[in-house]
């Protein structure tokens, strides 16, 4: 049985993964860390790491940004695995990230899901063939009016991706307002929409002379990344210190 901390219980997704885990087999929540303080579903809630007397084999993470850089210190003091779920990373603390990494095991994913992870390697695939034909690259990426961060962690992870597959030779371009100018054949332009409830939806459009080709993932229920951050929970409980990705939970 892997013993689970979570990191940002009393959040949106804390609360959906709690709900989750209690119909795991492998899995349980032994306490939580949020401000709520209290008790959340069956386990204690703490308002700091410290403060958790619970023996624990990883946390997950989803709580803010600016809780990253104490949640990573305490995790690599501690030896502790931990699944890091959180977006909206600046440059400092992805380099923290992998700092982290060498004391102890950490999972970071900019999105959750099984599709999204396999969308990451689809899209790879394509800008081989496409871009390298002349095909211009768009990501359109929407979510609901509460999100923090623009554009989503998952448009950049796939914007990355593609850009990987060239040779790191695109640069990004986030809004074209101010610009009068045709478009530049090296960039990826990367577009946020912030409404409603949209939980997550994101368009990589390769856009040629007379075809477009559209790859498309939509996210209709923050279950999705719930069960994905148990799954990589379950995977990285007792790894050894190293970065992992969701790629290396889906291989298994």
Sequence with gaps: MVRMIMHGCC?????TITDLAKGQKDVVIVAGVDTCGGVSGDYPVYGALEDVKEEADVIVDFAS???VDHLLDFCAERKLPVVLCTTGLSGGQIEKVSQAARETAV???ANMSLGINLLLKMVKEAARTLAAAGFDMEIVEKHHNQKLDAP???ALALADSINEAMGNQYHYEYGRFEKHEKRDEKEIGIAAVRGGSIVGEHDIIFAGRDEVV???HTAYSKAIFGKGALEAAKFLAGKPAGLYNMADVIEG
């Design 107 to 109: 999972l970071r994913s």
């Design 214 to 216: 559209t790859f498309s």
């Design 65 to 67: 940004a600016k809780a």
């Design 152 to 154: 989503s962690g998952t």
């Design 11 to 15: 959040g949106a997704m804390g609360r």
